[in-house]
Nanobody, 117 residues
């Protein structure tokens, strides 16, 4: 089991920045896949960014060049730096990890990000 707790969400004006953090209850240094998803109002959950260790880091086209995902093994945290925010980035953001890269995933409860125009 892994418990994940997201933080850092809030209300920001368009063009601003936020940094989301995800604290894991276990050491993440061996986790294979970890990332962030989001669910905009009235829409389905979608991928934002994901790290697959030894393979690559993937970003949604809509956030490329603006968002950066990173991991801090010492602190057991996964961060998402979000710059140049747009109103369409408004969503609940979720952290997810898959320790073995297979079918078992653990999700956080999410943090709300609201970008005003």
């Amino acid at each position: 089991q892994v418990q994940l707790v997201e933080s850092g969400g809030g209300l920001v004006q368009a063009g601003g920045s936020l940094r989301l953090s995800c604290a894991a209850s276990r050491r993440i240094f061996s986790f294979i896949r970890m990332g962030w998803y989001r669910q905009p109002p009235g829409k389905q959950r979608e991928l934002v960014a994901v790290i697959v260790v030894g393979v690559n880091t993937t970003y949604a086209d809509s956030v490329k060049g603006r968002f950066t995902i990173s991991r801090d093994n010492a602190k057991n945290m996964i961060d998402l730096q979000m710059n140049s925010l747009k109103p369409e980035d408004t969503a609940v953001y979720f952290c997810v990890v898959s320790p073995d890269g297979g079918g078992i995933e653990y999700w956080g409860r999410g943090t709300q990000v609201t970008v005003s125009s």
